[in-house]
């Protein structure tokens, strides 16, 4: 926000894949309509909660939202921290096809360790870059796999590979003890701001496969249905949400096209002039 308010022709394109989905605002610290009426958003509300959202279908929105920043004669700002979302869109991936009827066979198997354990015997390599928890990704190497008879690790170059690029990646690295109360603090902020209500809210109509995923949602609606208390739905928030930031900043650490700033006290004052620096080249 700080670098569009100083440079009149950025716009902010949001490369989050939780903040496409409407009505989920608080959790996704999705900008306030007062920011969007300010300076123009892209790829935020895309989709209903109850939809399963897919990285084609981001990577197509994405280039339609580029065809209209650049049609108007403006910059674009990427901004956001989903790791895999910034590769396909920065490096152009080839992204292999959709097996519906694989995946529907697989989600049946409600225990992600065997679903891991058959990906590790299916595609050794795959299973070295992915958590063992997470499900979403497991799956879908396992659709792509069984779906077209080849390694999911063998579709396109891998995210392990860094060619040459037009864009400039600037990554914010806080000290661990500061970004772990940081955490902290904005869970406190969301609760403050009605986020159990928001998710109230939503529950009736339920939440895909893709959007259950949003950090901080399965454990109020888990506290909403008994599963657990307020108080340990929030604490679990604050675990989940450190360990996802390490495996953020891992993600994006292997990128060596990333230009790291520490920021000490004040990220808008250390960062934000190297950004629009970038824009001037």
Not at 101 to 122: I, N
Not at 231 to 255: L, M, S
């Amino acid at each position: 926000m700080a670098v569009a308010r100083r440079n009149a022709t950025i716009d902010l394109v949001s490369i989050d894949s939780m903040q496409v989905y409407r009505g989920m605002d608080i959790g996704t610290a999705k900008p306030t309509a007062q920011e969007r009426a300010e300076i123009r958003h892209h790829l935020l509300d895309l989709v209903a909660p109850t939809h399963d959202f897919t990285v084609a279908e981001f990577r197509t929105a994405y280039a339609r939202s580029l065809d209209e920043v650049g049609s108007a004669g403006r910059a674009a700002l990427l901004v956001g921290g989903t790791g895999l979302y910034h590769r396909v869109v920065i490096d152009d991936f080839d992204l292999p096809g959709e097996w519906p009827d694989v995946r529907a066979d697989l989600e049946q198997e409600p225990d992600t360790g065997t679903l891991f354990d058959r990906l590790a015997a299916l595609d050794p390599s795959a299973v070295t870059k992915m958590e063992p928890t997470n499900r979403r990704r497991i799956v879908r190497a396992l659709e792509v796999t069984i779906g077209s008879g080849r390694p999911f690790s063998s579709s396109g170059p891998g995210v392990d590979s860094y060619e040459p690029s037009a864009v400039t990646q600037i990554g914010l690295r806080w000290p661990r003890d500061v970004l772990s109360r940081r955490i902290a603090a904005r869970v406190e902020e969301m609760l403050a701001a009605g986020f159990v209500d928001e998710v109230r809210r939503l529950a009736p109509d339920g939440f895909s496969r893709t959007a259950r995923q949003a950090l901080g949602y399965r454990e109020i609606l888990d506290a909403l249905e008994g599963r657990m208390s307020q108080d340990e739905a929030i604490a679990a928030i604050i675990t989940r949400t450190r360990q996802f930031a390490v495996r953020q900043e891992r993600w994006f650490r292997r990128d060596p096209r990333v230009r790291w700033i520490d920021v000490e006290h004040d990220p808008v004052a250390e960062a934000a002039p190297a950004v629009i620096a970038a824009f001037d080249t």
